[in-house]
């Protein structure tokens, strides 16, 4: 079993940063992909980016590319999502999510096994 935690989120003003951080417990060597998702009021979660556990391959969805970076923190196990240019659209509940390999792409959301509660982004113009 794997728990994850998201930490970071809150209020910030159009063009800020935030930092979010994921943070694994339980049998994190079992995890193969550990994502970043979101899912603003009435739309459906969207994907974006995914980074292998080991640190190698990234991936991230176009609307943030260039804008967000995923990372890896090996002293503290964690996996995070560092946010720039933030914009009101950008306001919703960041997930992280995990998986153990399985051969499904990283933007597919109902591939992953773990999921955090959430934490809330909340970007003001």
């Known amino acids: 079993q794997v728990q994850l935690v998201e930490s970071g989120g809150g209020l910030v003003q159009a063009g800020g940063s935030l930092r979010l951080s994921c943070a694994a417990s339980?049998?994190?060597?079992?995890?193969?992909?550990v994502g970043w998702f979101r899912q603003a009021p009435g739309k459906e979660r969207e994907f974006l980016a995914a980074l292998q556990w080991s640190g190698g391959t990234r991936y991230y969805a176009d609307s943030v590319k260039g804008r967000f970076t995923i990372s890896r923190d090996n002293a503290a196990n964690t996996v995070d999502l560092q946010m720039n240019s933030l914009k009101p659209e950008d306001t919703a509940v960041y997930y992280c999510?995990?998986?153990?390999?399985?051969?499904?792409?990283?933007?597919?959301?109902?591939?992953?096994?773990?999921w955090g509660q959430g934490t809330q982004v909340t970007v003001s113009s």
């Open positions: 999510a995990a998986k153990a390999y399985n051969g499904k792409p990283p933007t597919e959301e109902a591939s992953y096994g773990y």
């Open positions: 339980g049998r994190p060597s079992s995890i193969h992909l």
